[in-house]
T-cell receptor, first 110, second 110 residues
Framework: GQQVMQIPQYQHVQEGEDFTTYCNSS?????IQWYKQRPGGHPVFLIQ?????EVKKQKRLTFQFGEAKKNSSLHITATQTTDVGTYFC??????????FGTGTRLTVIP | NAGVTQTPKFQVLKTGQSMTLQCAQD?????MSWYRQDPGMGLRLIHY???????DQGEVPNGYNVSRSTTEDFPLRLLSAAPSQTSVYFC?????????FGQGTRLTVV
């Protein structure tokens, strides 16, 4: 079956430091999505990447999709306390099903 | 616009009891899905539906049933609750692959 691995599982950073989470799939993905889940909340869609090598930016967040469409990364520049939460990548499989990575829980220390 | 509404938010069941988790969406999305979220394991797909009258199994379907009689509703039934089903359950509806999640149901089976 489709597997999406995500590292690291946890990351603690000082406010103002950068943060990166990585996502790797065992199979080629048609697209990859990123979601953010605040503590006690539900996952919220951030972005979808479709093209090989695609790079998208949302303010301090930079998303990349690998050339082989099997890996992706999310980089946050100069973290803020509002960035706290768990970040999930999700690959899309057959029937439009999403297969989620295990998530990276980000803690930002003020 | 309510989006995806899940009820109840919290539930405690005794082993062997049955119950239904309700999910309704008002966005006229064809695709709906149920996930369970356990620590360190991300979100795992239980069942999904690509439209009214059509359902199919995801990664972890055992012990759960679903039905989709209308576009709006996608209830999840636990037939005979077991402690291993203690988890947080999320319902989602999707359009063009982008998933919108409900607030979640935290279920404890004792």
């Amino acid at each position: 079956g489709q597997q999406v691995m995500q590292i690291p599982q946890y990351q603690h950073v000082q406010e103002g430091e950068d943060f990166t989470t990585y996502c790797n799939s065992s199979t080629t993905l048609s697209n990859i999505q990123w979601y953010k889940q605040r503590p006690g909340g539900h996952p919220v869609f951030l972005i979808q990447l479709v093209k090989s090598g695609e790079v998208k930016k949302q303010k301090r967040l930079t998303f990349q999709f690998g050339e082989a469409k099997k890996n992706s990364s999310l980089h946050i520049t100069a973290t803020q306390t509002t960035d706290v939460g768990t970040y999930f990548c999700a690959g899309q499989g057959g029937a439009n099903n999403l297969f989620f990575g295990t998530g990276t829980r980000l803690t930002v220390i003020p | 616009n309510a989006g995806v509404t899940q009820t109840p938010k919290f539930q405690v069941l005794k082993t062997g009891q049955s119950m239904t988790l309700q999910c309704a969406q008002d966005m006229n999305h064809e695709y709906m899905s149920w996930y369970r979220q356990d620590p360190g394991m991300g979100l795992r797909l239980i069942h999904y539906s690509v439209g009214a009258g059509i359902t199919d199994q995801g990664e972890v379907p055992n012990g759960y049933n679903v039905s989709r009689s209308t576009t709006e509703d996608f209830p999840l039934r636990l037939l005979s609750a077991a402690p291993s089903q203690t988890s947080v359950y999320f319902c989602a509806s999707s359009r063009q692959g982008k998933a919108f999640f409900g607030q979640g149901t935290r279920l404890t089976v004792v």
